[in-house]
């Protein structure tokens, strides 16, 4: 089955500055690899996805690349913000609509 | 639309002791989800399901049963619980790749 590994386990920046979370996954048949935030006490909540058929996708302040060749795939957010502060998961998806997910990264942006 | 609910929010229960976790969706999907999520493990499929009627093992689906007897509903149920039972339970849904995820139930196994 799938495996995803998920690097760091916690993150902390200055506001403002960038943070980077990177995946890894081993089945090539995978092809969608979505981004989940978060907060405390709260489900995970969809921020952003890529196909594998993009290396690249932007929202906003938000961006996934993909390089499907080496089997990784990040999560870029830049200036970022107190309220960015939460658990972020990459998953991946290779069929029946299951996704399996990293063990995610604690970002912490302090003021 | 009220999403994806979970009940109930917190449960403590006794060894041995059984429960059933409701799930229900108001978007008409198809597919619907158990996970559980420990500390540092991420989230971890249980159980599945592609439409009314029909169920499928994730990666760690010993100990618990499901099923979907309507479109909108998903039952996770603990027949025995034990401590290592003990998590956070996540129920999500999609119509065929976004996942929707409920607020979550809090679960103690004493």
């Not at chain 1, 081993?26 to 890529?50: C, M, R, T």
């Not at chain 2, 009220?2 to 978007?27: E, H, I, N």
Request: net charge neutral; charged share 20%.
């Amino acid at each position: 089955g799938e495996n995803v590994e998920q690097h760091p386990s916690t993150l902390s920046v200055q506001e403002g500055d960038s943070a980077v979370i990177k995946c890894t996954y081993s089945d090539s048949a995978s092809n969608y690899f979505p981004w989940y935030k978060q907060e405390l006490g709260k489900g995970p909540q969809l921020i952003i996805d890529i196909r594998s058929n993009v290396g690249e996708k932007k929202d906003q302040r938000i961006a996934v690349t993909l390089n499907k060749t080496a089997k990784h795939f990040s999560l870029h957010i830049t200036e970022t913000q107190p309220e960015d502060s939460a658990v972020y998961f990459c998953a991946a998806s290779s069929g029946y609509s299951t996704l399996t997910f990293g063990k995610g990264t604690m970002l912490l942006v302090s003021p | 639309n009220a999403g994806v609910t979970q009940t109930p929010k917190f449960r403590v229960l006794k060894t041995g002791q059984s429960m059933t976790l409701l799930c229900a969706q108001d978007m008409n999907h198809e597919y619907m989800y158990w996970y559980r999520q420990d500390p540092g493990m991420g989230l971890r499929l249980i159980h599945y399901s592609v439409g009314e009627g029909t169920t499928a093992k994730g990666e760690v689906p010993d100990g618990y049963n499901v099923s979907r007897l309507k479109k909108q509903n998903f039952l996770l149920g603990l027949e025995s619980a034990a401590p290592s039972q003990t998590s956070v339970y996540f129920c999500a849904s999609s119509s065929g790749n976004e996942q929707f995820f409920g607020p979550g139930t809090r679960l103690t196994v004493l």
